[in-house]
């Protein structure tokens, strides 16, 4: 059965306009002189899509006689001042859709009848009146005379504008434009132009017909200006045309000075001026202080002064009153006009004012043979001249290295720098800074600082190699500097030669390496940057008797025990321990086995060799240890007096980590086959060989083997040949036996 396939679509097509031009007319004819409007319309028309052709030559551009204007979607072509060669075809162009429509322009040139002047005539007479053509004779057909109103022609019109002007007109100064007075009517219509109600008089403004020309235009040229349009046939209405013209003139402000220096507390007035500038500028005053943005000076002064701005009728004034150093900045007079030019005046004010110390009072601290770097800090304008002085006396500038006393001098501070300071050089000095507004002084205390004075300590855990001397707290003094280490002095009664030793500062220090059983004398003192303090009263003291050490006690973990090694750790608690001069360490491994009777008897095997740890370690890794092994470990300490008791301690070691354990190599396939056929070969070789040696039967290989080995290849024979006695034969068992009976019977010896 056939099948019915039905479709259905939607064409869409562009919308398009047609265009049309006013008047609607295919022929217009004009008069020289006059203005002609063509206005080309259309819906949906965008600017640019439409242009005017003059016999389609070329596209009409705007020059003093003829423009084209936008409007909405409106393109108007305006003729000025027709002549007889604007004559031909005009052609608006639709470039979107290729679209043209055209009107014709006929150009007549204008007829001007010159009139006799007024004559008196006498009743009853007859007088003959003449009117003689001047311009356009060739297009005068006839010259009607008519008595009382005139006789408009058929196609009279009155005066109308085609284009208004707008309100309010601004252009720059020293510009030159066009000003056309754009009206239509028939017959030719008469312009007047007013300035201000009064006619133009200016020498850079020309009047041609409907246009007003200005040239250079300066600021007496603006003003309200009128063009009155009127003809024969609207004589009774004048047609006017009104503007107000602005000559704009970029402001400019007169600069009297770009920096001005006043004291503290002193004030003075500047005047922001405007030597130009039309419409007239606004004027304001803006500041910008160091670090911050730029404000509004207020129009209202504070209190004490300050900085403000006053109207005044010259201009704005910036009144600086009573200024201090804060007001000190950068200040800018803006003048700016309607349009958004502006003219900027910058004005820097400087204030200066006394040097002003930050720190007035200061205090430094430093000890004999020591330095010193002292700091006088101020803030000044203008730069001040700085001097230093001790008590009664100016101490010089000097820039010699290579003297004790050495003055700085930076924008901001002055330093003093005193080298290998002595008793003298201690007390208050003054620091002067004098510039041309005042002085101001500085006092900056330099204070010695001396040594600790002597610690005090007991005498704690005496031992025999070793003692504990505890230093018992002193109070603070604000002349004596913190204690950085102390120093000891000790030795045994029976030399005279001091032992020496230097500590860090601490709460505790221990003498050690002492003789045993011995009487001490010891002293100390402290130590910091200004010296060595003062030495202690001398303390005696006697170390104990040196006695063999305690067995040192074992600490184990069952984190130190590993595979194949063991890390041992110990301690000693005797008091002897300071003495002891090394450990020694034996390694057993563990061995058990049952006896009939079913006792397991247990044997200590020696796995390594005894180590000798010497010093003060107290922890050792006994390594070489093989995996899951007991072992047992003895460990005994030693001193110049004898060994201790030994300390045991057993262990089992653990397995090796399945993840360090080393995998089964890799053989590649060749190789294993390489190695199974060669395996089979040999089979088949050996089985070959015991068959013939035992059946004399020949295998695949024997010939070759036979050839080799028993250099007889093939002979079969001999091993079945038998010996009988008396005959001279004998049956052979082996073919090895036979080789040597043979020989002995026939003298003959086979290989």
Same mark, same amino acid.
Not at 55 to 64: E, F, G, K, L
Not at 300 to 319: C, H, M, N, S, T
Not at 349 to 368: D, G, H, N
Not at 533 to 541: D, H, L, R, T, V
């Given at each position: 059965?056939?099948?019915?396939?039905?479709?259905?679509?939607?064409?869409?097509?562009?919308?398009?306009?047609?265009?049309?031009?006013?008047?609607?007319?295919?022929?217009?004819?004009?008069?020289?002189?006059?203005?002609?409007?063509?206005?080309?319309?259309?819906?949906?028309?965008?600017?640019?899509?439409?242009?005017?052709?003059?016999?389609?030559?070329?596209?009409?551009?705007?020059?003093?006689?003829?423009?084209?204007?936008?409007?909405?979607?409106?393109?108007?072509?305006?003729?000025?001042?027709?002549?007889?060669?604007?004559?031909?075809?005009?052609?608006?162009?639709?470039?979107?859709?290729?679209?043209?429509?055209?009107?014709?322009?006929?150009?007549?040139?204008?007829?001007?009848?010159?009139?006799?002047?007024?004559?008196?005539?006498?009743?009853?007479?007859?007088?003959?009146?003449?009117?003689?053509?001047?311009?356009?004779?060739?297009?005068?057909?006839?010259?009607?005379?008519?008595?009382?109103?005139?006789?408009?022609?058929?196609?009279?019109?009155?005066?109308?504008?085609?284009?208004?002007?707008?309100?309010?007109?601004?252009?720059?100064?020293?510009?030159?434009?066009?000003?056309?007075?754009?009206?239509?009517?028939?017959?030719?219509?008469?312009?007047?132009?007013?300035?201000?109600?009064?006619?133009?008089?200016?020498?850079?403004?020309?009047?041609?017909?409907?246009?007003?020309?200005?040239?250079?235009?300066?600021?007496?040229?603006?003003?309200?200006?009128?063009?009155?349009?009127?003809?024969?046939?609207?004589?009774?209405?004048?047609?006017?045309?009104?503007?107000?013209?602005?000559?704009?003139?970029?402001?400019?402000?007169?600069?009297?000075?770009?920096?001005?220096?006043?004291?503290?507390?002193?004030?003075?007035?500047?005047?922001?001026?405007?030597?130009?500038?039309?419409?007239?500028?606004?004027?304001?005053?803006?500041?910008?202080?160091?670090?911050?943005?730029?404000?509004?000076?207020?129009?209202?002064?504070?209190?004490?002064?300050?900085?403000?701005?006053?109207?005044?009728?010259?201009?704005?004034?910036?009144?600086?009153?009573?200024?201090?150093?804060?007001?000190?900045?950068?200040?800018?007079?803006?003048?700016?006009?309607?349009?958004?030019?502006?003219?900027?005046?910058?004005?820097?004010?400087?204030?200066?004012?006394?040097?002003?110390?930050?720190?007035?009072?200061?205090?430094?601290?430093?000890?004999?043979?020591?330095?010193?770097?002292?700091?006088?800090?101020?803030?000044?304008?203008?730069?001040?001249?700085?001097?230093?002085?001790?008590?009664?006396?100016?101490?010089?500038?000097?820039?010699?290295?290579?003297?004790?006393?050495?003055?700085?001098?930076?924008?901001?501070?002055?330093?003093?720098?005193?080298?290998?300071?002595?008793?003298?050089?201690?007390?208050?000095?003054?620091?002067?800074?004098?510039?041309?507004?005042?002085?101001?002084?500085?006092?900056?205390?330099?204070?010695?600082?001396?040594?600790?004075?002597?610690?005090?300590?007991?005498?704690?855990?005496?031992?025999?190699?070793?003692?504990?001397?505890?230093?018992?707290?002193?109070?603070?003094?604000?002349?004596?500097?913190?204690?950085?280490?102390?120093?000891?002095?000790?030795?045994?009664?029976?030399?005279?030669?001091?032992?020496?030793?230097?500590?860090?500062?601490?709460?505790?220090?221990?003498?050690?390496?002492?003789?045993?059983?011995?009487?001490?004398?010891?002293?100390?003192?402290?130590?910091?940057?200004?010296?060595?303090?003062?030495?202690?009263?001398?303390?005696?003291?006697?170390?104990?008797?040196?006695?063999?050490?305690?067995?040192?006690?074992?600490?184990?973990?069952?984190?130190?025990?590993?595979?194949?090694?063991?890390?041992?750790?110990?301690?000693?608690?005797?008091?002897?321990?300071?003495?002891?001069?090394?450990?020694?360490?034996?390694?057993?491994?563990?061995?058990?086995?049952?006896?009939?009777?079913?006792?397991?008897?247990?044997?200590?095997?020696?796995?390594?060799?005894?180590?000798?740890?010497?010093?003060?370690?107290?922890?050792?890794?006994?390594?070489?240890?093989?995996?899951? $092994?007991?072992?047992? #470990? @003895? !460990? %005994?300490?030693?001193?110049?007096?004898? &060994?201790? /008791?030994?300390?045991? +301690?057993?262990? *089992?070691?653990?397995?090796?980590?399945?993840?360090?354990?080393?995998?089964?190599?890799?053989?590649?396939?060749?190789?294993?086959? $390489?190695?199974?056929? #060669? @395996? !089979? %070969?040999?089979?088949?070789?050996?089985? &070959?060989? /015991?068959?013939?040696? +035992?059946?004399? *039967?020949?295998?695949?290989?024997?010939?070759?083997?036979?050839?080799?080995?028993?250099?007889?290849?093939?002979?079969?024979?001999?091993?079945?040949?038998?010996?009988?006695?008396?005959?001279?034969?004998?049956?052979? &068992?082996?073919?090895?036996?036979?080789?040597?009976?043979?020989?002995?019977?026939?003298?003959?010896?086979?290989?």
């Amino acid at each position: 059965m056939d099948q019915i396939y039905k479709f259905s679509f939607i064409l869409i097509l562009p919308l398009t306009y047609s265009i049309h031009i006013e008047p609607n007319v295919d022929t217009i004819r004009k008069e020289t002189g006059v203005s002609v409007v063509f206005i080309c319309k259309g819906k949906g028309i965008s600017r640019g899509d439409l242009d005017w052709y003059n016999n389609y030559d070329q596209v009409i551009t705007s020059n003093y006689r003829r423009s084209t204007q936008w409007k909405d979607e409106e393109y108007m072509l305006l003729l000025s001042d027709v002549e007889e060669t604007d004559s031909g075809d005009y052609h608006c162009r639709r470039h979107s859709t290729e679209e043209t429509v055209s009107i014709t322009l006929t150009v007549t040139p204008t007829v001007k009848l010159e009139a006799p002047p007024m004559q008196t005539a006498v009743l009853g007479s007859s007088y003959k009146l003449k009117c003689k053509v001047s311009i356009g004779k060739n297009i005068v057909d006839s010259i009607i005379f008519s008595k009382g109103p005139e006789i408009l022609p058929p196609d009279s019109e009155p005066p109308s504008f085609y284009k208004r002007w707008e309100h309010n007109i601004f252009k720059k100064k020293l510009t030159s434009f066009k000003l056309y007075c754009n009206a239509s009517g028939t017959p030719p219509m008469q312009y007047k132009w007013t300035k201000n109600r009064k006619r133009i008089t200016d020498s850079n403004i020309a009047i041609k017909g409907s246009v007003l020309q200005f040239n250079s235009l300066q600021i007496n040229n603006q003003g309200i200006f009128l063009c009155e349009v009127s003809n024969i046939a609207g004589e009774d209405h004048v047609k006017i045309l009104q503007t107000t013209l602005t000559v704009v003139e970029s402001p400019t402000i007169d600069v009297t000075t770009n920096k001005v220096v006043l004291k503290v507390d002193e004030s003075q007035e500047l005047t922001c001026k405007i030597v130009q500038g039309n419409p007239k500028p606004m004027l304001m005053w803006n500041y910008t202080l160091p670090n911050e943005n730029l404000k509004t000076v207020p129009t209202i002064a504070k209190a004490k002064g300050g900085v403000y701005v006053r109207k005044d009728p010259e201009g704005l004034k910036l009144v600086l009153s009573n200024v201090q150093k804060s007001d000190a900045g950068n200040y800018f007079c803006i003048a700016e006009g309607m349009f958004g030019e502006t003219a900027v005046w910058q004005l820097q004010v400087e204030v200066q004012y006394t040097p002003l110390l930050k720190m007035q009072t200061m205090q430094y601290s430093s000890w004999v043979r020591g330095s010193a770097h002292l700091y006088c800090v101020f803030e000044s304008n203008p730069r001040p001249v700085v001097r230093w002085y001790k008590p009664n006396r100016s101490i010089p500038f000097y820039t010699d290295y290579s003297r004790r006393t050495r003055i700085g001098y930076q924008k901001y501070n002055s330093t003093l720098d005193i080298a290998q300071l002595d008793e003298d050089d201690f007390g208050t000095y003054r620091c002067e800074s004098n510039n041309s507004v005042g002085v101001m002084t500085g006092r900056i205390s330099l204070e010695r600082m001396y040594a600790p004075r002597s610690p005090i300590f007991q005498l704690e855990e005496n031992h025999a190699t070793s003692i504990t001397l505890r230093i018992l707290p002193q109070a603070k003094e604000d002349n004596r500097l913190p204690i950085n280490s102390y120093k000891v002095l000790f030795r045994p009664t029976t030399t005279s030669k001091d032992l020496e030793l230097q500590a860090s500062r601490s709460s505790s220090l221990t003498l050690s390496s002492l003789q045993p059983d011995t009487d001490y004398i010891i002293k100390m003192a402290a130590l910091s940057a200004a010296g060595i303090g003062n030495w202690s009263a001398q303390k005696s003291f006697r170390t104990n008797r040196q006695t063999v050490p305690n067995s040192p006690e074992i600490i184990s973990r069952t984190e130190d025990i590993g595979s194949r090694e063991l890390r041992l750790v110990w301690k000693q608690t005797d008091e002897n321990q300071d003495s002891i001069i090394g450990f020694k360490l034996k390694i057993f491994k563990v061995l058990t086995r049952r006896s009939d009777l079913g006792i397991i008897d247990v044997e200590l095997q020696k796995s390594q060799p005894d180590t000798d740890i010497r010093g003060s370690k107290r922890s050792y890794i006994v390594r070489n240890l093989s995996p899951l $092994t007991t072992y047992r #470990l @003895s !460990l %005994l300490a030693t001193n110049n007096v004898g &060994d201790s /008791s030994s300390t045991s +301690f057993e262990f *089992k070691t653990l397995d090796i980590p399945h993840s360090l354990r080393s995998p089964l190599p890799h053989i590649p396939k060749a190789v294993l086959f $390489t190695v199974v056929m #060669l @395996s !089979l %070969l040999l089979c088949v070789l050996i089985v &070959d060989i /015991s068959c013939y040696k +035992f059946n004399g *039967k020949k295998g695949v290989f024997t010939p070759c083997i036979c050839y080799h080995v028993c250099n007889n290849p093939g002979n079969k024979n001999i091993v079945n040949e038998t010996y009988e006695p008396g005959a001279g034969h004998h049956r052979l &068992d082996s073919p090895f036996e036979s080789n040597t009976l043979l020989s002995k019977s026939h003298g003959t010896h086979i290989v």
